[in-house]
């Protein structure tokens, strides 16, 4: 019999779980990439993605109660199929909002593997849940359909994910989590996590999106041009869209680091190895660009340094509320894949129901990038995403410009 194994939630883990017992109808932690394909046979499809159910014991992951704890369980035993649904083009268009159903996570395998034919397309969809997958996972996901299809071997990753959770959540007990907590405690002391949504009794709504489009062209060379990484660029732009919307020159906000920095992780493992890291960032507008931008890549240096002192701890230990977060780090979870000599890339299906705040991600959409936006509706109207979203990407392209511009040149005046 195939070995299933156990072991407990990181912080970020927990974070998730308690979010999502808020709520059991909730799916903004449902992530459904979806890659479409030129009409041809099912049959090669369906088999890649048995494949991969029966060999990689992580997609049969969900949580087990053992006594008072919460545990993940990969488990063998856990159920898992491909589901295979015949529909006509205008079916699908309309059935697409559909794939984004809760997830029972004690009771049912936490991916859902989907092939849907129609008359001019067959779509592979690969939904997950957030609390086992993070970005990097889905890329994981298309690489071993990849491999399955061209009947190559799957990557094993055995106990990976158990050991890096044991060894994240015995490092709370460390020096250097003491001395991270101390940054940040002393750091926000008088700081609040930056926010523009509106007051309401419940945050819970349909889930509503943004996606301006910029040229990544410009953004890479203009970042080669001045010394800075698209990270540090995107952060300062995110920055200053969240002050012109919140009215605030001082902003607090989360920022997503993937954090596969250990040496046995790669694009094939899947996990949960997100860090959410906190950065505080002044807009005064008297400063030049090229001195926002230092102020920007020296905080999240000093986040990256701190990043042990987990942003759950964070917002527990004050008090405080979760506000507005930005993840550059997309821009480098290409999801695509080749077959047959062709390139194919995802999109994804929003999610259906959320309490989220606004969050904004980077994706990177081959010559442009993608300024993606989700929250709740409960929380933001759909004007308001949509201008934080194009202003990011338009303070984008100007930061990469003249350096020694001050802000209050660029920075657009509030209607």
């Known amino acids: 019999m195939k070995e299933s194994i156990t072991y407990p939630l ?14 059991s109808q ?26 991969m159910l029966d060999e990689q014991r992580y997609l049969h992951i969900h949580l087990v109660r053992q006594g008072d704890d919460i545990m993940i369980c990969e488990d063998w035993q856990m159920p898992n199929n491909v589901h295979y649904l015949r529909m006509s083009d205008e079916e699908w268009k309309a059935a697409q909002p559909t794939f984004t159903k809760p997830f029972d996570p ?27 997958f993070d970005g990097i996972s889905q890329r994981a996901l298309w690489n071993a359909f990849e491999e399955a299809l061209q009947g190559m071997p799957l990557y094993q990753q055995g106990d990976i994910a158990a050991e890096i959770n044991r060894e994240e959540i015995a490092s709370y007990n460390s020096d250097a989590y003491r001395r991270a907590k101390e940054y940040y405690l002393k750091k926000f002391e008088s700081i609040r996590l930056t926010d523009y949504c509106r007051d309401t009794d419940s945050p819970l709504g349909p889930a ?55 040496h046995r992780l790669n694009d094939h493992v899947y996990g949960y190895y997100l860090g959410c890291l906190p950065i505080v960032i002044d807009t005064n507008p008297k400063q030049t660009i090229g001195e926002l931008l230092y102020q920007v890549r020296r905080e999240v240096f000093a986040s990256i340094r701190y990043r042990i002192y987990p942003l759950y701890h964070l917002l527990h230990d004050l008090g405080l509320k979760n506000g507005t ?13 080749h077959i047959d000599g062709k390139l194919w890339n995802t999109y994804h299906i929003d999610p259906s129901f959320t309490g989220e705040h606004s969050s904004t991600y980077i994706t990177r959409r081959e010559s442009l990038y993608e300024v993606f936006t989700d929250c709740s509706s409960a929380l933001y109207t759909q004007e308001q995403i949509d201008i934080l979203s194009e202003l990011t990407g338009q303070m984008a392209l100007l930061l990469v410009g003249d350096q020694n511009e001050t802000l209050k040149n660029i920075i657009p005046k509030k209607k």
């Open 10 to 23: 990181n912080a970020i883990q927990w974070e998730t779980y308690e979010e999502f017992l808020h709520d």
């Open 208 to 262: 509503i999106s943004s996606h301006p489009m910029v040229s990544a062209n410009i953004i890479d060379e203009g970042c080669q041009r001045i010394g800075q990484t698209t990270t540090t660029v995107f952060y300062a732009a995110y920055a200053l869209a969240l002050a012109y919307m919140s009215g605030e020159t001082r902003v607090a906000f989360s920022t997503m680091n993937h954090g596969r920095s250990d």
């Open 325 to 337: 977060e930005m993840g550059n780090n997309s821009v480098n979870i290409l999801e695509y894949i």
């Open 106 to 132: 004690f009771n049912e395998a936490c991916v859902r593997l989907f092939l849907v034919e129609t008359d001019s397309k067959v779509y592979v969809v690969m939904e997950t849940f957030h609390l086992f």
């Open 26 to 51: 909730l799916t903004q932690h449902n992530t459904a990439p979806c890659m479409p394909f030129e009409r041809s046979s099912a049959e090669r499809f369906l088999r890649a993605m048995q494949k």
